[in-house]
Structures are given as structure tokens and as C-alpha cells.
């Protein structure tokens, strides 16, 4: 797979500090991005068709955690087809029951109609082996059975239950599907076997996570997926979405939108872009789409890192990692998973903390490693079995230095990512009015004293060292301390369960 160009240097700490510089991003420059965050808010709003897309969901607004109900949920967004069962307790609590199915390729690449009669055939099959109860909540007539339906493609939703696929992403490519209703594709599977289920309500899934995470926190403003993906939902004011005047529901007061944020700046304008972005852009299945994704999520981070490593291997007159040798898992693209990062985190972090414990020579000299403080080899013993295990190098191959190297690289990286995760967090709150622009000082706020709740998912956001932490640093920079302060970030786990059933309890409302 080719690489990036390697380095020519005359001193080797020069090359680490211009690596350092790139994928660094000042605090003046977090502002920045920001700004232009907000501007494609703005345009997304007003307008179709624009790389953030900003979805109207039809939602009209989120939980407080009050509501009762027992619902089925339907997700589809990867190798597995989830049935769940939900049931809403109405105190801030729930209980799930799930049943999972896989989806084979030949379902994903063959014909719509197959692939939506093997859901409507999973459904049957949990409905029969695991619900418990009446679905009805009082409403409907015979035994019908109301679904919320969890889609994470790419839709152009136009009502609660109505939503054109796009595109399919994730290895789908199930053919006469694109330019259709999802809904009704799903609902012709359940009438073809004379199935009592009414699938009532469409959902994103990281619409899902902000629905999740109000119901149990009492209220929320952002729902945002930070995983090996990224995407972001939030509760907006009727009247800031303009390409909705004139119509039925632009007559409500709020509405969820799907921002659709991974495709932030797809003009390559303000994000700091490296050759190594570069370099994974272009091998990508999509290049010049998706850039604000390919710069935070845990799908891409790795390969960042490979990236850099593999230049720094490549690096004359002589190579600055692994003493020139290379092996088939450092060269293979996407060879280095985001996974391995955090493990090299956790390992340098360790459990000693003292004066000292992080103590290392200047990472662009060679080490004599007999001289190292005593508290840092432990750590670095561990992170050089990381890196040999991962990158199938022999131990004795792999120095002190090398991991070192590594840790700091995979720092970088991922520093970077949380940053960028704080800047659209905090341009949600500037959009909304809950946080303004260090310049500016004249916007009125809105709910001063309010939290300012904010909904998330994914592996990164719950399992990568000081991921939060990093990010509020950023939505601190953006928007202020006092602000910030009061961002209360949470997990809102199984979101495309639970919040697909949650949407289905806001259908049935309206039925």
C-alpha cells in the first residue's frame, strides 16, 4: 500500500517537532474551526443538498424521563440486526431485552426486498421466542405491535416515519433500495407475512443517543456519537430551520436535528490538514467526503499513526523508528487499530504518578537506556510488548525509544481528536445560544443557570484515556469556563434501542 513521502533530515528532533506542530491545533485555532462549524450549521439549516446536511427529524423535542410505554425496536447499522424489547418505567429507568441477528453479505449486497424480508422474518422470529407483553399501550386496534426503526444510512428524512435512503454505507449495497422509503420498504416485509407490526417512527442513531440520554437524565440538548464514527444531534428552534417555511412542521416550536457533522468542511478550508490526513483521504473508499470524521474517529486514528510510524521507519540518512525494519502489520493499511492506541495510553499512564514517573530523554536523540529514571522503564517495558505484540516485531527489535515514540505519537493523535470532539459540542452550544465566541460579548445567552445536558456514545468517548477531559478543554477555550462548567456530559448506552423506542412513544402521540 503506498505511503506518504519519509523524511530527509539533518536532525532527527527537528522532524519529530514539525510532526508535532501538525497535528497540533493552537486554541486561536479551535475558535476558528468553530466559526466555520457554525456557518455550515447555518447553511445546512437554510438549505438541501449541503454537506452538513442537517436532517430534520420530525422529533419535536426529547423526554424528561416521565414516560411509560412498552415498545419494540428495530436496529440496522452494521453487521448485526438488533430486536429489542423496551420497557419505559416512567422514573428515569428502563429494561431491555434483545435478540441479535447477523446480516450475511449476500443480504447486504443482494436484493432490498430479501434483505427486508429477513428483518420482518427476525422481528417474527423475537415476537414468537421473546415478548412478554401487549404492545398496544392502549392505542391502536386488533394486535397490532408499534416499532421504532433505528436506520444509521444516510436518509433524507421528510416525516416521523418516512425517510429516502440516500446512500448505503458500511458494506451495504442492497440493490432498489436507494431513492426509496425505508419505512415502507420495512412495512411491505411486515404485510407480505401478514405481520401485525406497524413500524411508526425513524430514527438515527445518534438522534437515538440524545432521546437515550434525556429520558435518563431528565432532559438533555446534544445527543453525539464519538466512536469508530462521529455524528451529532441537538434540539433546535423551529424558526432557525428556513428550508422548512411554509410547511405543516415548521408550525411546532422545536425539532431534533440529525447534523450529519462528519462531513464538517469537506472544502478542506479550515480543518489543519497533514500529509498523513492526506494520505488517508485518498486511499479512502470516499476521498474529499467525511473530512471532519476522518480527523476524530476511532476507525481512522490508528491509521494515522501507522502513517507517521511508517515515514519515521522510511526516514534518511537514517530511520528514526525500528532501526529501519518494518514488518507486515506496520506496512498493512489500517494494519494499526485505534484500540492499540489506548492500550499504549493506559500503559504510560500506569499507576505511579510520582515526581519522575514520566521522566524521558529528548525523543529525537538516541537513548542510553541504562540511564533512564527507574519509575519510567516499567511503563516502558509494557509499552514495548504492546507494540511487538501488535505490530508482529521481536521484542528485542523494539526499544525503549521506539515505544516512547509511539506513546507520544498515539497522544498526539488522539489529542487531536478529542479537541476537535469539543469544537462540535461547543459550536452546538453557540448555534443555540448557550454559549458564545470569546469575541463576543453582546450575544444574549439563553438559560444562564441551566445544564446543559449533553448524550454520548461510542468507544472512544467511554474508553479512550482522558477522552472527555481533553474535550472539555476545548469547549472551555470556545466558549468559557462558566459555560463549560456547566456541560454535563454522560453515556447514554444502547440509544438506538432505547431511543428508537422513545420515538415510537413520540409517534404514537401523534397517531
Known sequence: MPAISAHQYNDAQSVLDTIGRQLTIADDQLVEITKAFVEEFQLGLNNYGKDMAMIPTFVPGVPDGTEKGTFLALDLGGTNLRVCEVVLKGDKTFSLSQKKFKVSETLKQGEASALFDYIADSVDLFLTSHSTIDYNNGKGTGDAVYLGFTFSFPVEQTALAKGKILTWTKGYAA????????????????DRKHMHVKCIALVNDTVGTLLTRAYIAGGALIGAIFGTGTNGAYVEEISNLKKLAGTDAAKGEHMIINCEWGAFNNSRSHLPITPYDNTVDRLSINPKYQTFEKFISGMYLGEIVRLVAVSLVDAVPHPILFRGKSTAALNKHYGLDTSFMSQVEEAWIGKDHSEGAYELPPLGSEWDESKLNAKVVPKLQRIKEI??????????????????ILRWLSELVANRSAVLSGVAVAAVLVQTRRGRLP???TTPLKGQNDTLGVGVDGSLVEHYPNYQKKMRHSVRVIVGEQVEKRVDIGLAKDGSGVGAALCALQALKQL
Request: charged content about 30%.
Open 175 to 190: 440493490k432498489n433500495a436507494v431513492g426509496n422509503d425505508v419505512v415502507q420498504l420495512l412495512q411491505d416485509a411486515f
Open 387 to 404: 507494540v511487538a505484540s501488535t505490530l508482529e516485531y521481536k521484542l528485542e527489535d523494539v526499544s525503549y525509544r521506539d515505544a516512547a
Open 439 to 441: 469575541e463576543d460579548t
